[in-house]
Structure formats: structure tokens, C-alpha cells
């Protein structure tokens, strides 16, 4: 990377998307946008951590663009995204997979190398562990040299010789309490953190390599940020669940002081009003005279008799002009009674 694109990379990280102002077209995604990685923004991806050691798994299928990241401290701090809950899931997943792979290494090892007694093994196991904070010790003391705490340094090196001691009083007491071919076979176990292989006989700078190397350390940081994103996210959890709970409280509270509130009220009467004219013109009527009135079925037989002739007679004349309704059907009508009449006559 040029000195430019560093110093463009800084400006990004310090000022966010908007360095060139509010108008920078640059970057047409957000940083809340799905395509984002949520573990860059956290600064925690096993991809940009593990880059160029013997675990690298090579570039995230997501965003990782330093202005966002610049953009979501300063969100943050106005409102609460929750984005530690995917970091999470992302390095629990990671974590899950380096787990598996550490455990099918021993059992590869304990398939091709001989079988210990319990003493022997646990002797052999101290010695590990002992190698292991040499190693450690012994990087973070050149770490503090190469940063000037030369006191701090020395006494990280007093504590490398006094495990270094201890350490060669355990490998004479597993060399003696196994035969000579077992010990001048190569005994590895496999490490919990970075699932590499270590040898008892590795020498102190072998150690200090491994443990001080960027595999190594970059496993530690991803397995630390881990618990503690664990513990963010069970804090987060108990402080929503608890404002959930205290908002159905006051809820409750509120709905048994005002019952009366979610009670429906009775709605008015929709009948129109009457004006005075219609309740004076009312005082003077019969009540009954509203009552639906009950016709009698029953009729006499002269008046059912009477109602057929008079019906007959009316169709006996011109029915289309009846039925139109028309004034030559009606005069029509006339004549041939007339005409009747003076025939009878």
C-alpha cells in the first residue's frame, strides 16, 4: 500500500464516508446495510485477523470499508444498533469449526503415537503448559523491549528462568518414567487455542514463535472478543427484558386505575329530531291511529259476485285500447254498451 492510500485509509477511519462532504458519492452503501460485515465494524473479523498466517481463510464475502466503521462509532453513540448479537453469531461459528478441527487432530495423534501411562501423560501434559508460558512470556518481554519498558521486560525474563527450571526438573522425570525409544520419539499435542501442533522437545525460541506469532495472538484476541461479546449481549438482553416487564407493569397499573376507559360508550340515538310544529300537530291525534290496521279476509258472496261482473264488463271491450289505457279503446267501449241497451229495448 503507497503512502497515499494510507493516508486515504486513515482520513476514512478518523471522518467517516462524509470526509469529502455530505455530496461524496464514493460510498453508496450504509454501514447498517446487510452487505456489511457487522464483526469488521466491531473491528473482530477472523478474516482481516487471521490474513497471512497458516489459518487464513482468505477475504470476507461482505463490506469492510474503514469509513463505515467510522460512520457506526458515531451512530453509535446516538442510538443502540445491536450489531453485537451478529458479531457473535459470526465468531461462535468460527470459533465452533476450529474447535472441531482441534479435536480431529487428536485423534489423528492419538491414532499413530504410542500409547502413555497416566503418569506419563500427565507429567508429559505439565510439560506443554509449561512450555506455553515460557513462550508467552518470553514474547511479551521482547515486546515490552521493543517499546522501551526495559524493567518491565527483565522481569518477565526472571519468570522465563525459574519456569525454564521447573520445566527441565518435569522432562527428567518423563524420561525416566518411559522407555528410551517412546522418549526419542516425537511427542506433539495439538494447541487448544490455534489447533497447531507443538513438540516437548521444541527449544525455548520455537516456543516463543509460536506463542508470540500472529496466529497465535490472532486466535486469543478472536476467542477474547468472543466471551466478551457474550457478556454484552446477556447484559443487553436482561436490561430489554426488564423494560419489557416494567412497560407491561405500567400498563397494567394504568388499565386497573381507568376501567372505564376501555369500556366502549354507548352511542346516541340516531332518530331525528322533530320540530315543534310536528309534536303540536302530534297532540291531537288518535293514538290508535298509528296501529296497523287488520283487514278481515272474509267477504260476502253478492260482493265477490258484483266485483267479477264488473270486471267482465270492463274487459269485454277493446282490451288493446284497455290496456293502453288510450281514449279510442274507452269510446269503443261506450258504443257497444249503447248498442246493447237499445237492443234490449
Do not use: W
Amino acid at each position: 500500500m503507497s503512502a497515499v492510500d494510507q493516508m486515504r485509509a486513515m482520513l476514512d477511519q478518523l471522518m467517516g464516508t462524509s470526509r469529502n462532504g455530505e455530496t461524496d458519492g464514493r460510498n453508496h452503501v450504509r454501514f447498517d446495510d446487510a452487505s456489511v460485515c457487522r464483526s469488521f465494524l466491531l473491528d473482530c473479523c477472523p478474516h482481516d485477523i487471521l490474513e497471512g498466517t497458516r489459518a487464513d481463510i482468505g477475504a470476507c464475502a461482505k463490506v469492510h470499508d474503514l469509513a463505515l466503521r467510522a460512520d457506526y462509532n458515531a451512530a453509535q453513540k446516538q442510538r443502540d444498533y445491536f450489531f453485537e448479537r451478529d458479531a457473535l453469531e459470526h465468531l461462535k461459528e468460527f470459533i465452533g469449526e476450529s474447535d472441531r478441527k482441534t479435536e480431529m487432530s487428536k485423534k489423528k495423534l492419538a491414532a499413530v503415537q504410542d500409547e502413555l501411562t497416566e503418569d506419563a501423560t500427565e507429567k508429559m501434559n505439565e510439560i506443554h503448559q509449561l512450555g506455553e508460558q515460557i513462550g508467552t512470556k518470553l514474547a511479551r518481554a521482547e515486546e515490552l523491549g521493543a517499546t522501551g519498558e526495559v524493567e518491565e521486560s527483565l522481569r518477565f525474563l526472571e519468570e522465563v528462568e525459574n519456569l525454564k527450571k521447573e520445566k527441565q526438573g518435569l522432562e527428567l522425570e518423563f524420561r525416566n518414567s518411559i522407555s528410551a525409544s517412546s522418549y526419542q520419539q516425537q511427542k506433539l499435542r495439538v494447541c487448544e487455542v490455534c489447533s497447531a501442533y507443538l513438540g516437548i522437545h521444541d527449544n525455548d525460541r520455537r516456543l516463543a514463535d509460536h506463542f508470540g506469532g500472529k496466529l497465535h495472538v490472532g486466535f486469543i484476541k478472536i476467542r477474547e472478543k468472543l466471551t466478551e461479546l457474550r457478556e454484552i449481549v446477556d447484559e443487553k438482553l436482561k436490561k430489554r427484558e426488564k423494560e419489557r416487564e416494567e412497560r407491561n407493569r405500567r400498563g397494567s397499573e394504568t388499565a386497573n386505575q381507568n376501567p372505564a376507559r376501555d369500556r366502549r360508550e354507548p352511542e346516541p340515538s340516531r332518530e331525528p329530531r322533530r320540530d315543534s310544529r310536528e309534536l303540536g300537530r302530534d297532540q291531537g291525534r288518535d293514538p290508535g291511529r298509528d296501529q296497523p290496521r287488520r283487514r278481515s279476509r272474509s267477504r260476502s258472496p253478492d260482493r265477490s259476485r258484483h266485483r267479477r261482473d264488473h270486471r267482465g264488463s270492463k274487459y269485454r271491450g277493446d282490451s288493446r285500447g284497455y290496456r293502453n289505457g288510450d281514449e279510442n279503446g274507452s269510446t269503443s267501449e261506450r258504443s257497444s254498451t249503447s248498442r246493447r241497451h237499445r237492443e234490449d229495448d
